[in-house]
């Protein structure tokens, strides 16, 4: 499933906003990565995911952007830019909430000026004595089944499977974690039989999807808030091309620009981001190697390619 996002003036935002305020919503606000985002809700189930997902803050703290995620008979999303506000209606998917939210941080990003720049990746990373693969590809390409697979071997650390933030230093391209927990897919032991177990007895939503601890699902000490990028791997699935290959600087931001940047929620789509983001590519793709990796193999056969780049 993917969406369309409908852009509201201000005008429009402010009437829709005080419809909402006069309903009886959950109101919880989360830092993410130093963006403080206020969440509304509802639903009681994206209430408790949420919290669980995020890191939360008091609510005096004032926030930088905020979203609403309501009944409604109609699947919507609506996007007022200059107050960062999202309208989400009639959604029974907790992963659009999570991503939108994501997505709002992305946004506030990009539009904000900063001597330390950040800039924000669809993607997992996985962690090796302080330093790691980015993994990024379309959707079913393998990102997940690949990043659980490198997890399996214990000199390998949690950062991320769905999204990081990169600040690009110096000397360092640094990798910083998007979410507190994470939301897993409820069939990982499919791929990996290693897995089989350890979501038993965790509450799942309407896609057999969890918020799961991932100190308890891996152990504390294999849990990174931050990493430094030393490789980048992209993923597709393409009978006609070889199991792995190293890309140019412009043949991976080729393959972004083909596929979207690999991410379906970005909040706005005009030439100036698209400029934007293509330079940050650009300037990641020339501080560490990129790949190719075709995931037409089997998975552990795709598993055994990446994990040679990565120890």
Request: glycine share 6%; with cysteine.
């Amino acid at each position: 499933m993917s969406y369309t996002v409908q852009i509201i003036s201000k005008k429009k935002k402010d009437e829709l906003m005080s419809k909402l305020y006069s309903s009886t919503l959950y109101e919880r606000k989360a830092i993410i990565h130093g963006t403080c985002v206020k969440f509304f809700t509802d639903n009681h189930d994206f209430k408790d995911m949420w919290e669980d997902n995020f890191d939360l803050v008091p609510d005096w703290l004032r926030p930088h952007a905020r979203l609403f995620a309501v009944e409604g008979s109609e699947f919507r999303v609506l996007y007022e830019p200059l107050s960062k506000t999202v309208i989400l209606t009639g959604c029974d998917y907790y992963g659009w909430v999570k991503s939108i939210a994501l997505g709002l941080v992305a946004d506030f990003f990009e539009d904000f000026t900063s001597e330390h720049r950040r800039y924000s990746v669809h993607g997992s990373f996985v962690d090796s004595g302080g330093r790691g693969i980015g993994i990024i590809g379309p959707s079913g390409s393998g990102k997940t089944t690949l990043t659980y697979g490198l997890l399996m071997d214990k000199k390998c650390n949690f950062v991320t499977d769905d999204w990081f933030f990169v600040r690009l230093a110096e000397n360092d391209t640094i990798i910083h974690s998007a979410e507190k927990n994470s939301y897993i897919r409820g069939d990982l032991e499919n791929s990996w039989a290693e897995y089989a177990g350890r979501l038993k007895g965790i509450k799942k939503d309407k896609q057999d999807r969890a918020i799961v601890d991932v100190k308890q699902f891996f152990g504390s000490d294999r849990i990174r808030s931050h990493s430094v990028l030393t490789t980048t791997v992209l993923l597709t699935r393409n009978k006609s091309l070889p199991p792995l290959s190293k890309l140019s600087e412009k043949q991976a931001i080729d393959f972004m620009l083909k596929n979207d940047f690999c991410n379906p929620h970005q909040l706005v789509r005009n030439r100036e981001k698209l400029n934007q983001r293509k330079q940050f590519f650009s300037e990641l793709f020339t501080r560490a190697p990129v790949y190719l990796l075709n995931t037409i193999e089997t998975p552990q056969q795709s598993l055994e390619r990446i994990k040679n780049l990565l120890l």
